[in-house]
């Protein structure tokens, strides 16, 4: 497959950055939201291409000086991870031994952080292993968004900016919803400080899903932590995969008397039959950014939407750029 993700860029000067020039290189796991970061920041994408030999290496050609640059490699290491991991190796290195003077990995999803502590004996730490990979390849600093756990951060020996896509969904809620009737729920209980962390954004109360399976073999009881009777809640998680924990939650928080359920997650994983799964349970709607690319089937799910955070993205890299700060985007 030949695969090259490139746009033209002739006649058209670089962004100018603090200390030299703005160069934004596509790998191919999402080019609509490299595309849509690079209208953000008024860039071209570098004209580079990514693809496959024969016997699926992946091989990289940057076809546009980046000598002296400030680079900012957009990836996601989604689905299929290891395809996309190892382009966002290949193009670091391709950028490293093109003398660009930094470079950046933006990796909106950061795919291995649910791999991220020994789950049993003789089992890896893949999220710290796939952190010390980006970095032998030679990126100076990461730039990602909600990472599974905030301590992944710190598996990189180079600087780490995590963004929030809260502030988006905090627009659209506000856009969409009666704050009055809104209960923000955690679908777990590892998952209280982003839901809280949400929930205070807009003033709303919070409950909690306390997943539990009593003896081995026996199925998962849902208990709801707050009285969720009468509120529309809206679950937050940085992640749906199987849909399966969201299915559940919907279903337990509406047996407590909820009125409706929404979701707004970060990374649209939904792998397998998820898609399926969501369209045929009672959630009124998914929100999910567009973090990872969405396929057609979840783009024609009709309770699925996804929020673009190519301005969130766009922003975050122009003050990287700039030596502004970042953390007070999200202030
Ligand atoms: C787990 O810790 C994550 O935050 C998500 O809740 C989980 O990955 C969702 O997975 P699934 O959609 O397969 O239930």
Do not use: W
């Amino acid at each position: 497959m030949l695969n090259i993700v490139s746009t033209k860029s002739e006649g058209q000067a670089p962004m100018s950055a603090k200390n030299g020039a703005i160069k934004l290189v596509a790998g191919n796991s999402n080019p609509v939201l490299a595309k849509g970061i690079a209208d953000v920041l008024g860039l071209p994408l570098t004209k580079a291409s990514v693809r496959r030999f024969a016997d699926g290496e992946v091989f990289v050609e940057i076809q546009e000086n980046v000598r002296g640059m400030d680079v900012f490699i957009v990836q996601s290491t989604s689905a299929p991870a290891n395809d996309h991991l190892m382009e966002l190796l290949i193009i670091t290195d391709a950028l490293r031994r093109a003398s660009a003077r930094r470079i950046t990995a933006v990796v909106p999803y950061f795919g291995y952080a649910r791999q991220d502590r020994k789950v049993g004996s003789r089992s890896p730490i893949s999220a710290k292993l796939v952190a010390n990979l980006i970095t032998n390849a030679g990126a100076d600093r990461v730039l990602t968004l909600d990472l599974h756990a905030g301590q992944i951060q710190g598996f990189f020996d180079i600087p780490t900016d995590n963004l929030y896509a809260s502030p988006v969904m905090v627009r659209d809620i506000r856009e969409k919803f009666d704050l009055a009737d809104l209960m923000v729920v955690s679908p777990d209980v590892g998952g209280v400080v982003r839901a809280r962390g949400l929930a205070k954004r807009i003033n709303a109360p919070l409950a909690i899903i306390d997943k539990r399976r009593e003896r081995a073999g026996e199925s998962e009881v849902m208990n709801v932590i707050g009285d969720v009777a009468g509120f529309t809640c809206i679950l937050i998680d940085d992640i749906v995969d199987s849909g399966g924990t969201l299915v559940n939650a919907a279903d337990a928080l509406l047996a407590n008397g909820a009125r409706d359920v929404y979701a707004y997650i970060t990374h649209g994983v939904l792998s397998g039959g998820a898609t399926a799964r969501i369209t045929g349970s009672r959630l009124k709607e998914l929100v999910i950014t567009d973090s990872i690319q969405a396929t057609e089937a979840i783009k024609a799910a009709p309770n699925i939407r996804t929020l673009s955070i190519a301005t969130l993205i766009g922003e975050a890299i122009s003050r990287t750029a700039a030596e502004e700060s970042v953390s007070s985007l999200f202030d």
